[in-house]
């Protein structure tokens, strides 16, 4: 059903004039950006791809990333030529409309939302990956800009691709030379991409981009390379077609006038009374993948001593051999972080991410678009690197996507402040809609692997490096949004909130107070996200103070996350790292900072002034 | 002066044993990451770099960046050897000792703290950069390993250094083949990394990285390149010279055993004994830099609109114009973060960077070890993409690093959320030590960038897209850890805590409910780190209850900051974003996710019972 060329230009033209249009309409937007890649979009819609207009879920079919999410008028005006949305054009950017200033996927044909530069290619291997590992079909494209291509994510995108012999992936780069606030860092010198990503292990097509001749060539060059995956590097104008906004500075999210400015622009585009009717093509259909639900039975003893990293491997490896749509990735920490377990369970569902976490989490990201579970695992503090990504995929809304830090805060120990993490709390409780949650002991940590894996969205699982005693049953059940008050009598004079490592330095305390004849309650705030606040302001009102305790800075983590919920009710202390932390032996550090056995002590008699 | 062959090779023997033994006695450590790169080592100190063994202040010389900086022990090593340090090596991890796990400036030979990968050669950048701006001969060494080449930021790096020609810049691959947790993704494919270098316009040179000729000559072609950086791709064996550790998987990060075993790897290194002293070699001193104070003069009118960040950038090129040591980095927002205003006024001290975010703040580290005053701009939700250099940076303790991160919050409108930054001040409060700001018009904008310049450390500023009204004086001061009280009677009821657009939105709502007969104070909380405990309290006691509003998560900004320092005097309502946000106008969103003038009122009359 492949359209002649010459209606492909022609629809190249009809996109450029939507792009025109709505922007002018909406007031903001780039309709310049939307131009360069015209006729890429064109043919990729109209020519290229196999998709189900009627069907946005993508199953047997290719699919599309806007790694430009700038550029999102032309996918909406694709999209609704295409016939696969019915929304109206004219409401972009408004409020309500699922047609946003950049793509997300209020629009159900985006998958991962884009706007933030420089991580398309990686959400679109993680669906390349996946979909090879369910043995389906539909190929994946990813269109970007060569502003972006200066993101380093970019080429762990590209390095992962190669290595994993994605020939199911293709990147399509608009070099239009121009960026935002000028002009791109190599311009129009399209070898500069073509030698990089050759060197990154890809084969690579040089092209016109506005020749929907010499793209199509590419396209079907790219479709029959096998073994590595495949980038069509497009020299493209910005602006392309009319003559008041091609290749000129000063047009970067700038949008053309109503009126004669833009029926100037619209004339200029010539014939775009074009329309195509897309019949669907799909690919024969991937075997069904088995089903399995996420359950698992904790075997600890009272009071063995077992990290929760471990827990953590152990959880995830009981997990794959019960849930085949469970996958694991790492940062080459699976050996720290346990999660070498499931790569022991099932290899061919460990995905190793090597040192390159930005990309680990895209990828994770695409695998959650394909219907995987995905738990991405490092060191906490190394997750810092893919803040970005994790603040997009939050805007993804992913079914699944698990992350696991391990290392947590200063009872690492000597390694030393770079591999502490003490910001990893408030990182994760910022970002809209996810899920934080803290064991303390083996036990609860296999149960919140458990929780995570039935919990849709983000949900960060906070692990720590020493060995822990083992506080509960293994029956417990730890719901989301509650908390486990492990000590309380009705004399209680003041209340710990612990979690994690400080849970069992709030225990040593609560003993030593005892034995001064000081009763304080203890609070395990396993779920911190969502709070217990119920149980918290139950408490404050009981007892005359509370005091907090985290391995993690005093900002934005349990204590305040706490005085937010119980101000009003009792005064807050809040113990934690304020210090920029040094080498030492953990209890040397938990010491030094205050968040030791007897730091909690001295901190609940002093806020009871004794 | 130069060392024989077979001496640098002894040396390079000796480096081994010093980092075999001194693991061995602290217990942990990677000593195998360091016997990879002895002879590198060897050679770079003991004839390649030209330093003053007494001074560690790099001026004049040239200077050494341990990327792979779990390879510590072979730096303090050598700096003990060099007679650069006198510290006990046998201190290796030990609390207060400078020799910590990971190097951090603690000891005065470390110009930035190293430890997560893949970061060392942007601060190296910067540093040669920094050196071409003022004049200055001396090079700059950055060592990795293979493993974080996997980090896209080494490319962002890489790049950097070729577009901008920093021939003074070189940097050693020690491609040892083992990973942390299995082989790194090229292992001894060599050819792969010097490709790459290639594409990314460095020139290479592939060598053996235990002959101690081939890395002379390498370095010697290093110093004799110019227009571009060079690379030194050397193929080298963890744990080599020791039998049972070389080139064997299962030894990373893991120490031998004192007793027999050590004996036993250092019997195998053969002779130890070499000594080597070292005479300072230095360069012709650089030009003297003529100083400066940042001192600056606003110039608005009461009720004039003014964008934050258009104060930001009118101040950021007053500064420039009266203090040669600031400089400016953008990541190709010039145009809204008004960054572009220094260049206009010192095109010579503004650094494009792109869009690679984390290139651009390890640069800017590089420049302030170089004794500038770096400002580093982009949108505030782009910072994200760099919170793992911007807490390494802070373990660097810089003497200056100003952040500013624009277009905050959902009252940037249309663009939608991914362009929102809503986690920046929990990101950053998060952060050791560092000062968080965030100015409501002009002058406080103006005034806190002045601010900024002075105050030591990682600095924070966030600014706002759309334009505000002035609310203060020219001459207005804004010390750091105080704020603002704006409205304030000795009837009020509430207290109001806002920070930058919605201190109007405050405003607005204290008019509205003064107009209902309700007095509220309203407090500017522009300093929102180090926080104005004192004035809060009082606000607290005075008033029967706290509403604090800002446009930002409610987790980790300024509502927490503000519940911690109260909780106990005074109940707290945070108003902030607690749902994703969508695209639509500044006014839309404020009211949707209640931070406008209606909702703050609302909430003030809510937590009074009205």
């Given at each position: 059903?492949?359209?002649?060329l010459?209606?492909?230009a022609?629809m ?6 939507h ?5 002018a309409?909406?007031g903001?937007?780039?309709?310049t950006?939307?131009?360069?890649c ?6 990729l ?20 990333v806007?790694?430009?999410?700038h550029?999102a ?6 999209l609704?030529?295409?016939?696969a949305?019915?929304?109206?054009l004219?409401?972009?950017r408004?409020l309500g409309s ?5 793509p997300?996927p ?12 420089g ?11 996946g ?7 539909g ?10 291509a200066a ?8 390095q ?15 070099a ?9 860092m190599?311009?129009?010198d ?8 050759r060197a ?14 010499a793209?199509?060539a590419?396209?079907?060059?790219a479709?029959?390379t096998s ?9 493209t104008?910005?602006?392309?077609g009319?003559?008041?906004?091609e ?5 970067h999210?700038k ?6 400015e ?9 014939d775009t ?6 019949e669907?093509?799909?690919?024969e259909?991937a075997?069904?993948?088995p ?11 009272l ?10 491997g ?35 569902r ?6 390159a ?7 994770a990201?695409g695998?959650s ?11 906490a503090?190394?997750l810092?690197?893919?803040?970005d990504?994790i ?21 690492i ?6 591999q502490m ?7 994760m409780?910022?970002?809209?809609g996810?899920t ?7 036990v609860s940590?296999e ?18 490096r ?10 417990e ?8 008050t492990l ?5 209680d004079?003041a209340?710990?909130v ?10 040593a305390a609560?003993?030593?107070l005892?034995?001064?004849?000081l009763a304080?309650r203890?609070?395990?705030l ?28 005093v900002?934005?983590?349990i204590?305040e996350?706490v ?6 009710f009792?005064?807050?202390?809040t113990l ?6 040094r080498s030492g032996?953990p209890?040397e ?13 001295a901190a ?7």
């Open positions: 059903m492949s359209a002649d010459a209606t492909l022609r190249a033209q009809k996109l450029r004039r792009s025109l249009e709505t922007t309409e909406a903001s937007g780039h309709p950006s939307c131009m360069s015209a006729e890429i979009v064109s043919v819609f109209f020519d290229e791809m196999r998709f189900d207009p009627k069907d946005p879920s993508g199953r047997d079919q290719d699919v599309f806007l790694s430009k999410g550029a008028p032309i996918l909406w005006a694709a609704k030529e295409a016939g949305i019915d929304d109206d004219m409401s972009l408004r699922p047609l946003e200033g950049h997300t209020t629009c159900p044909w985006v998958r991962v939302a884009t706007g933030s530069l991580q398309g290619v990686s959400a679109a291997a993680g669906m390349a990956l979909r090879r590992l369910d043995g389906s079909r190929r994946v494209y990813a269109l970007l800009g060569d502003g972006e993101e380093g994510a970019v080429w762990e995108a590209a992962f691709a190669s290595f994993n012999r994605l020939d199911n992936l293709c990147a399509v780069l608009d239009n030379r121009l960026g935002q606030s000028g002009p791109t190599y311009q129009h399209t070898a500069v991409y073509a030698d990089r990503f990154f292990g890809w084969d690579v097509a040089v092209v016109d981009g506005h020749d929907v001749a793209l199509r590419a396209f079907a060059k479709r029959a073994g590595r995956p495949f980038a069509v590097v497009a020299r104008l910005k602006g392309k009319v003559s008041f906004l290749n000129k500075e000063g047009w999210g949008t053309v006038k109503k009126g004669e833009l029926a100037k622009a619209v004339g200029e585009l010539g009374g074009v329309t195509l009717s897309l669907a093509r799909r690919y259909p075997p069904a993948r089903g399995g639900e996420p359950v698992l039975d904790p075997d600890y003893r009071g063995q001593e077992v990290a929760t990293r471990e827990a953590y152990t959880a995830l490896a009981k997990l794959a051999r019960v849930c085949p749509d469970v996958v694991a990735l790492d940062g080459d920490t699976k050996n720290s972080t346990f999660s070498e377990r499931l790569k022991e369970a099932a290899p061919e460990f995905v190793e991410g090597y040192i976490e930005q990309n680990m989490i895209g990828v990201l695998l678009t394909e219907g995987k579970i995905p738990f991405a695992s490092t060191f503090c190394f810092t690197r893919a803040y990504f603040r997009m995929a939050s805007y993804s809304r992913p079914s699944h996507l698990v992350l696991c830090g391990s290392h947590a805060g200063v009872s120990g000597e390694d030393g402040p770079s993490a003490l910001e990893d709390l408030a990182m409780r910022a970002i809209a996810a934080v949650l803290y064991p303390s002991d083996a940590g149960r919140l692997v458990e929780q995570a894996a039935r919990t849709a969205g983000i949900v960060y699982i906070r692990t720590s020493p060995k822990t005693k083992v506080l509960y049953a293994n029956e059940y730890f719901p989301l949004g509650q908390s486990k000590r309380a009598s009705a004399g004079r209340t710990i612990a979690a994690g490592v400080t849970v069992h330095e709030a225990l609560h003993e030593a005892a034995k001064q004849g304080v203890v609070i395990d396993y779920s911190v996200k969502p709070i217990d606040a119920e149980t918290l302001r139950k408490a404050a009102s009981d007892t005359k103070a509370i005091v907090t305790v985290e391995d993690h800075s900002c934005g983590g204590g996350a005085a937010a919920v119980v101000a009003g009792a005064p807050v202390t934690g790292i304020r210090e920029m932390p032996t209890r550090l938990l010491a030094a900072h205050g968040i030791d056995a007897a730091a909690i002590a609940v008699r002093r806020a009871l002034g004794r």
